[in-house]
């Protein structure tokens, strides 16, 4: 639409049901649209926005009747799309530019049926106006799906030029893509197609068939039937020239095809494909009665579609009504039925009656007419009770009468059912019972009989209860009481009335268990070896005399195993065969009709103890350890606890060691290689028995003890003399000893084993704290370490210097070397400190073979002055510190650098208005990186600072980007392996002035026969100086003559023959002020031509007026469309055979 700001266009988005649509109003907030809805969107540019689809999905734009439509179809795998890109671009993030659209509040109810419109080309599409797009699967009416996707297809074919080359580079191009989806490498396929692939332009003949295709004219209408009707039109033709010829004799090598839509929503409605072929009329079929029709054509051919036809309107005939839906039931007696039904299409005619028929109740197929009327319901009477009857519909308008509808089979209803038979136990509960009954003899299947179960409790005094009201045959009743008798009844009834009950039956449930006895209790005194137990009835027998009582007895109080010990009614019980001092629990529980009880609670019983007698003696089990033994003995009489005592090797006394229930013990904290003696007594709640006979045992030997702290004793700074003493052996004497030795407490190594009691340490390091402890073994085992003790070493000279090599700092960066250093008489040297032994370095000593050694102080790098060029010396070092000098380091060799080289002599071998080309010294102009001899050219800038322009090994350099007439100052350096040399003296060269720009082709112009006038374009002054103008002029084959020269811009040649050729060029001079004058380039050659007798005759198409051509040069020559589609052909092999051999080789392998 268009308002009075600027053009804006309406998008529609259609909703699909179960799908949402987010946007993002003006006031910023969010609103959820879901569907099925319509919803217009405004772009306030006139722009389209870009469709994103889900991936598996592609985009096509269909264009009818001016407008754009956008469908979203699933990608089939063997389809390559080419006319038209589809949209990968990712997805934006989301309400990214939602508000570059604004709902459109007058339209937002969507009407019933809508379709996503766009108005607008692709090209209108920007990318800043991107909608929020929900994936979805797009569902069309039945027969659209196929239309579309033959429309798909049709529209991104790609259109190819009529010629061989192409067609055979595109047909090769379908080839490498299927063999790579031969063999299942479909990703690569698929991304081949979409980044290869691109789409053809049409050319002027496909342009003129597409223009041909679109002047299709109107079709024409006949035959109109109810449901059908005959389409046909001509067959599309080129409209004829002004002189009355056909614009274009040639006519296309395929023959057209058309495809005919149909609308029944409007002229502009939505069209959908009904008919595609090359036949010039088609029969439309399966059309709708009284409906209106618009109808159009499109004619296709080779690939290419041209715009529809206009389209013809027209109204089906009317018919006869659509058959009827079955009559419904609307009520119904024993005798009556009343039937009502709903109206059909009338197909474009009023219904005025319709016609009822039934069966008559007979069964046998065949209807009688009942009722004729323009009512839609009716009663019919007179019916048999409980019977069947067949019912049929159907409707008459002015144009006939409708098929019958389906046959509908009614029943009427049956008379009061008679009483049933009385009601069936099924199974008993405690609180429930299942009851069963039969319908009443007589009564019809159709009859719809429910039923009534009523109940009474034995002494309730309320009579009988409805306990069910149903139509099924069988109930359960709960929540009764236990064996309790009660009576039933049941009674029929159906929408006629109810039927007298039935004869009463009656019923008991069942009765419940016991409750559990009540806890047992001891009756007399208890014995060691039995007791008398009593109990008493449980409180609730559950409905049901108790039969019998079952008594259990557990030994022990854990409660995990029982025994059966009484059965019987008796309710008191004797257990025997008990044991002394032990403790029991016994529990109840009886049984009736019912069941089984619960278990009572549990009766603890405790049996009187008896001292026990002498034990044997403990016996020794396995071998004595050294400070342990194990002791084992038998048990006689079940006791709480037994006692062992023990009585040391020079001691009579006892003391006591284990007291416990346990047949045996452990007897720990013993000396090795001792006797002692044990005795045992058990005990129970009477008391201890009398002691054993004792037993004699002999503790094994033990580990030797620990030793004392090892003695050290330095004998010089790298050899100490440890010592110790022997500890007690407990039993079994000492076989060696082992010295751990370390520089750290907890990095300790055994560096001695052996049976002496002194070892000596040598190589050791000066000034250094060294840790060592000893520990002594025997047969029985390795005694625990001595204490760490701590020896320091005495202080010595210096250690060997390591590591030294030259001082190259100066090459890294680091601070400049002093003025009078120079790599060709000094050597800078770098050396680590050794290890100074525990006394300070006071200076080093370096050793230069023939020359007087050099002593520095405490440093780590020297500088050794007054060498000599290029010459190898033997360096070592020595430190040393106040306990003397210590070792010369290892002998190396270091050289001296050569002297520096001199500058070579700059000169200038050529220039230019810009440039300046520059040599020095002897050599090729181009030389390897690596050659030792380099050079730095530096050149003065405005601030007079000099600036490097080259550094590298070459002898030539150009320097470019010059201003003319300037004067530059260079110098230059060369440098080596040695160091950099001076810089050469200040050279100075000037840049010379730049001559004109050429001037372009002149244009000359015929005066008379003998004359003409020659013109060019005019220079502007350069820096100041005035620019004048050479022509020059060249009869025939001769050569060129000066004709003019001055500033003026034009001249008039004279005295030309009319019959010669003449060639014109100019050329622009610059006058310069102080210097000479410089000549640019001549422009390109003008030629003019002689006058001909025959061309003033030929239609005045040139006259005396008319300018001559420019002499043209020769055209390059380009690539044919046929090397261009070879070309592109090679390209495509060989990156298919690359893919494929990479892909077969890695991938795969």
Not at 660 to 678: A, H, I, Q, R
Request: hydrophobic letters at 30%; aromatic letters at 8%.
């Amino acid at each position: 639409m268009v308002n009075g700001e600027g053009p804006q266009q309406v998008i529609l988005v259609q909703v699909n049901p179960g799908e949402a649509f987010t946007i993002r109003r003006e006031d910023g907030h969010l609103q959820c649209i879901t569907g099925p809805a319509q919803v217009p969107m405004m772009s306030p540019n006139g722009s389209v926005p870009p469709i994103y689809v889900p991936p598996g999905y592609v985009s096509q734009i269909i264009e009818e009747n001016g407008v754009r439509r956008v469908l979203v179809l699933p990608q089939q795998p063997e389809f390559h799309p080419g006319g038209h890109s589809p949209l990968h671009h990712p997805p934006p993030p989301p309400h990214a530019h939602l508000p570059a659209f604004i709902p459109h509040p007058a339209m937002m109810p969507p009407p019933p049926h809508l379709y996503t419109g766009m108005a607008g080309g692709v090209g209108d599409m920007s990318s800043q106006y991107i909608s929020q797009y929900h994936p979805a699967h797009i569902y069309s009416e039945q027969g659209e799906s196929e239309t579309k996707s033959h429309l798909f297809l049709f529209r991104w074919r790609p259109v190819l030029k009529d010629n061989t080359a192409q067609r055979i580079a595109v047909i090769f191009f379908y080839t490498c893509c299927f063999v790579l989806f031969l063999f299942s490498w479909r990703r690569l396929y698929f991304i081949c197609v979409s980044l290869v692939y691109v789409p053809l332009e049409l050319d002027e003949e496909a342009q003129a068939l597409q223009a041909l295709l679109s002047t299709i004219s109107k079709p024409a209408v006949s035959d109109i039937q109810a449901r059908g009707a005959v389409l046909s039109w001509s067959a599309p033709t080129r409209p004829e020239r002004e002189e009355g010829g056909v614009e274009d004799d040639s006519s296309p090598s395929e023959p057209f095809s058309y495809e005919v839509s149909i609308s029944y929503s409007g002229k502009d409605g939505k069209y959908k494909s009904t008919h595609s072929g090359e036949e010039l009329s088609a029969t439309l079929e399966d059309l709708r009665p009284a409906t209106d029709y618009h109808v159009r054509v499109q004619a296709m051919c080779n690939c290419l579609q041209g715009s529809p036809s206009e389209a013809v309107s027209f109204t089906t005939l009317s018919c006869e009504p659509e058959p009827p839906n079955p009559p419904r039931k609307a009520s119904g007696t024993k005798n009556t039925l009343v039937l009502q039904w709903k109206a059909p299409c009338d197909n474009g005619s009023k219904i005025q009656n319709y016609i009822l028929q039934w069966d008559e109740g007979k069964g046998t197929g065949m209807f009688e007419q009942c009722y004729y009327g323009p009512q839609k319901q009716y009663r019919v009477t007179k019916l048999s009770p409980a019977s069947r009857y067949s019912f049929r519909l159907a409707a008459k308008n002015d144009m006939g009468t409708s098929e019958f509808s389906e046959v509908v089979d009614l029943f009427t209803s049956c008379s009061v059912p008679s009483p049933p038979l009385p009601p069936e136990l099924l199974k008993a509960g405690v609180t429930w019972l299942c009851l069963q009954w039969q319908r009443p003899t007589g009564s019809p299947k159709e009859d719809d009989i429910y039923y009534v179960l009523e109940m009474e409790e034995e002494g309730s005094g309320y009579g009988f209860q409805p306990s069910y009201d149903g139509e099924e045959l069988s109930c359960t009743v709960r929540n009764l009481h236990r064996s309790t008798k009660y009576k039933f009844r049941v009674a029929a009834y159906n929408s006629e009335g109810k039927s007298n009950p039935s004869q009463v039956a009656e019923f008991t449930t069942n009765p419940d268990r016991p409750s559990c006895p009540c806890r047992p209790v001891i009756k007399g005194r208890v014995l060691p070896t039995s007791f008398r137990m009593a109990w008493e009835p449980p409180k609730d027998d559950g409905g049901a005399e108790v039969t019998k009582y079952v008594v259990e007895l557990s030994e022990g109080l854990s409660g995990l195993s029982w025994e059966l010990v009484y059965t019987g009614p008796a309710m008191e019980h004797v257990c025997e065969s008990l044991k002394p001092g032990c403790s029991y629990q016994t529990r109840i529980y009886c049984m009736s009709e019912g069941g089984q009880s619960p278990l009572s609670e549990t009766l603890q019983v405790q049996t009187p103890a008896v001292p026990p007698g002498p034990c044997q003696p403990p016996r020794l089990v396995g071998k004595p350890k050294a400070r342990e033994v194990q002791l084992r003995w038998d048990g006689g009489s079940p006791v709480s606890c037994y006692s062992v005592e023990v009585s040391g090797p020079q001691t009579e006394e006892s003391r006591e060691v284990y007291q416990g229930p346990e047949l045996d013990c452990t007897v720990g904290s013993l000396l090795p290689g001792k006797t002692y003696s044990f005795r045992l007594k058990a005990a129970n709640k009477a008391g201890f028995g009398p002691f054993s006979e004792r037993c004699e045992v002999t503790t094994g030997p033990g580990a030797p003890e620990p030793c004392k702290a090892p003695c050290t004793t330095c004998k010089s700074p790298s050899c100490v003399v440890v010592s110790w003493e022997a500890p007690p052996c407990n039993g079994a004497p000492v076989t060696e000893f082992r010295l751990e030795w370390g520089a750290a407490e907890g990095s300790m190594q055994v560096c001695y084993s052996g049976p002496a009691l002194s070892h000596e340490m040598k190589g050791l390091l000066p000034a250094t704290n060294y840790f060592c402890r000893v520990q002594a073994v025997n047969v029985a085992g390795v005694g625990p370490f001595s204490e760490v003790v701590l020896c320091q070493t005495p202080c010595s000279v210096p250690a060997a210097v390591s590591n030294v090599h030259e001082d190259e700092e100066e090459d890294d960066g680091g601070s400049p070397p002093p003025p009078l250093y120079s790599p060709s008489t000094c050597l800078g040297l770098c050396w680590e400190p050794p290890c100074d032994h525990g006394s300070e370095i006071t200076s080093y000593l370096i050793d230069l073979g023939e020359r007087q050694p050099i002593a520095v102080g405490p440093v780590t790098k020297y500088i050794i002055q007054h060498l000599q060029p290029d010459t190898s010396y033997r360096i070592r070092i020595q430190a040393l510190n106040s306990l003397g000098a210590g070792p010369f380091s290892h002998t190396f060799k270091l050289k001296t650098k050569p002297l520096p080289p001199q500058p070579p002599r700059l000169e200038c071998t050529a220039f230019s208005h810009q440039t300046l080309r520059l040599k020095w010294g002897d050599g090729p102009a181009k030389a390897a990186t690596s050659d030792a001899l380099q050079y730095q050219l530096q050149m003065e800038d405005k601030s007079g600072r000099f600036i490097s322009l080259y550094k590298g090994p070459c002898h030539t350099h150009k320097v470019q980007r010059l201003n003319e007439s300037t004067s530059y100052s260079f110098r230059i350096q060369a440098f080596n392996e040695a160091g950099e040399g001076p810089f050469s003296n200040v050279y100075t060269f000037t840049t010379p002035r730049s001559p004109p720009a050429p001037v372009k082709a002149p244009k000359v112009e015929r005066l008379e026969d003998n004359s003409c006038e020659v013109t060019w374009e005019a220079l502007p002054p350069m820096k100041g100086d005035p620019i004048i103008y050479t022509l020059q002029c060249m009869m025939g084959n001769s050569d060129f003559k000066q004709a003019y020269k001055g500033s003026a811009t034009s001249h008039h040649v004279h005295n030309l023959q009319p019959s010669s050729d003449y060639r014109f060029r100019v050329c622009a001079i610059r006058q310069c002020q102080d210097a000479p004058e410089l000549s640019g380039p001549y422009s390109p050659t003008v030629t003019l031509s002689p006058q001909r007798s025959d061309v003033a005759a030929g239609g005045g198409a040139t006259g005396s007026g008319s300018r001559a051509g420019a002499e043209s040069s020769r055209p390059r020559r380009s690539l044919t469309d046929e090397q261009c589609a070879f070309l592109l052909l090679m390209v495509f092999a060989v990156i298919a055979i690359l893919i494929a051999f990479v892909i077969q080789y890695f991938v795969i392998k």
